[in-house]
C-alpha cells in the first residue's frame, strides 16, 4: 500500500501563487510515476500534470507555462508550484502515485482562485 498525504491548498487571487506537497509514505520503491490531478464541481477528475521516473513530465494545455512539478526522491515527495492562477484553476487537488498494481491517491486539498 501507498499513502499520500497533500499539503499547502488555499485561497488565492486571480494571478497569485501557490505550492502543493504530496508526501508519500509505504511501498514506495516501485512506483514509477507521480503526479497531480484536479476535479472541480460538476466535472470529471483530469491530470494536471504527472512525472515519471527518468524525467519525463506531461503537463495539461491548459497549465501550460504556469504550473511546474518537480519531484524530491530523497523526501518521497512531489511538489505542484501554480503560477499567474486564473479562476477556472479552481479545484480539489489530488495526489496520484502508480506503480504495476494501480493508482494511489491522497484525500485532496482545495485551490480556490478568486477575488
Known amino acids: 500500500q501507498v499513502q499520500l498525504v497533500e499539503s499547502g491548498g488555499g485561497l488565492v487571487q486571480p494571478g497569485g501563487s501557490l505550492r502543493l506537497s504530496c508526501a508519500a509514505s509505504g511501498s514506495i520503491l516501485r512506483l514509477y510515476a507521480m503526479g497531480w490531478y484536479r476535479q472541480a464541481p460538476g466535472k470529471q477528475r483530469e491530470m494536471v500534470a504527472d512525472?515519471?521516473?527518468?524525467?519525463?513530465?506531461i503537463y495539461a494545455d491548459s497549465v501550460k507555462g504556469r504550473f511546474t512539478i518537480s519531484r524530491d526522491n530523497a523526501k518521497n515527495t512531489v511538489y505542484l508550484q501554480m503560477n499567474s492562477l486564473k479562476p477556472e484553476d479552481t479545484a480539489v487537488y489530488y495526489c496520484?502515485?502508480?506503480?504495476?498494481?494501480?493508482?494511489?491517491w491522497g484525500q485532496g486539498t482545495q485551490v480556490t482562485v478568486s477575488s
Open positions: 512525472t515519471y521516473n527518468g524525467g519525463t513530465t
Open positions: 496520484n502515485a502508480k506503480n504495476a498494481l494501480g493508482d494511489y
